[in-house]
């Protein structure tokens, strides 16, 4: 049984940052053998959203455009954690954090844009940034 959990969302003002983790755990499951970690999110009354992913190995990370140059991912593959560091964040933001893994290798790294690719999900966090 594979758990994700996340943690570090909360209330922020806009210009603030925040800084996301998400923790993965299993008999089995190594964060270094999956083949994508991403986060997604979820503002109220719109649909779940891409933001990032890492790879497994921690290579080619990608970011959807609005968050690209303040959201930072990364991964420690020796904690099983993915962190998620957001700078400069805006009201547009605020919304459930939901991490996700991807088993799968691709050989394109651009289906892992989307929710359907990934295999594990997290409870998600909640991010508000009030403005």
């Known amino acids: 049984q594979v758990q994700l959990v996340e943690s570090g969302g909360g209330l922020v003002q806009a210009g603030g940052s925040l800084r996301l983790s998400c923790a993965a755990s299993?008999?089995?499951?190594?964060?270094?053998?999956?083949?994508?970690m991403g986060w997604f999110r979820q503002a109220p009354g719109k649909e779940r959203e891409f933001v990032l992913f890492?790879?497994?190995?921690?290579?080619?990370?990608y970011y959807v455009d609005s968050v690209k140059g303040r959201f930072t991912v990364s991964i420690d593959n020796a904690k099983n954690t993915v962190y998620l560091q957001m700078n400069s964040l805006k009201p547009e933001d605020t919304a459930v954090y939901y991490c996700?893994?991807?088993?799968?290798?691709?050989?394109?790294?651009?289906?892992?844009?989307?929710?359907?690719?990934?295999?594990?999900w997290g409870q998600g966090t909640q991010v508000t940034v009030s403005s």
């Open positions: 890492i790879t497994g190995s921690g290579s080619n990370p």
């Open positions: 299993g008999r089995t499951f190594s964060s270094s053998a999956m083949g994508a």
């Open positions: 996700a893994a991807a088993r799968t290798f691709l050989s394109s790294l651009y289906y892992y844009k989307h929710a359907g690719t990934y295999d594990y």
